[in-house]
């Protein structure tokens, strides 16, 4: 069982920064990625961004490339995702997660074992 816990979301106007953290507990053995998504209301869960653990190598999807960054320290077993110049449309709920296996990039949601409840990020124009 592995328990993810995401902070750092808000309410901020169209520009501004915001950094996500998810932190990782429990079955943290194995880990090969972990990723962000995001669910707008109304719309269907999209992937942000990705992250192999072993290697940290990372995927964007094209919406946030060159806006969002992600990173991850090991050693906390914690997950980032600094957002930068922020637009209306990021509007969203991001949720963290975690996969298992070999590690590659991974964007389906289905490449997924665990799952955050969630952290609300709003932006404003």
């Known amino acids: 069982q592995v328990q993810l816990v995401e902070s750092g979301g808000g309410l901020v106007q169209a520009g501004d920064s915001l950094r996500l953290s998810c932190a990782a507990s429990?079955?943290?053995?194995?880990?090969?990625?972990m990723g962000w998504f995001r669910q707008a209301p109304g719309k269907e869960r999209e992937f942000v961004a990705t992250?192999?653990?072993?290697?940290?190598?990372?995927t964007y999807s094209d919406s946030v490339k060159g806006r969002f960054t992600i990173s991850r320290d090991a050693a906390k077993n914690t997950v980032y995702l600094q957002m930068n110049s922020l637009k209306p449309e990021d509007t969203a709920i991001y949720y963290c997660?975690?996969?298992?296996?070999?590690?590659?990039?991974?964007?389906?949601?289905?490449?997924?074992?665990?799952w955050g409840q969630g952290t609300q990020v709003t932006v404003s124009s």
């Open positions: 992250i192999t653990w072993s290697g940290g190598l990372t």
């Open positions: 429990g079955r943290t053995f194995g880990v090969a990625a």
């Open positions: 997660a975690i996969g298992y296996g070999i590690a590659r990039p991974r964007t389906q949601i289905n490449d997924y074992t665990y």
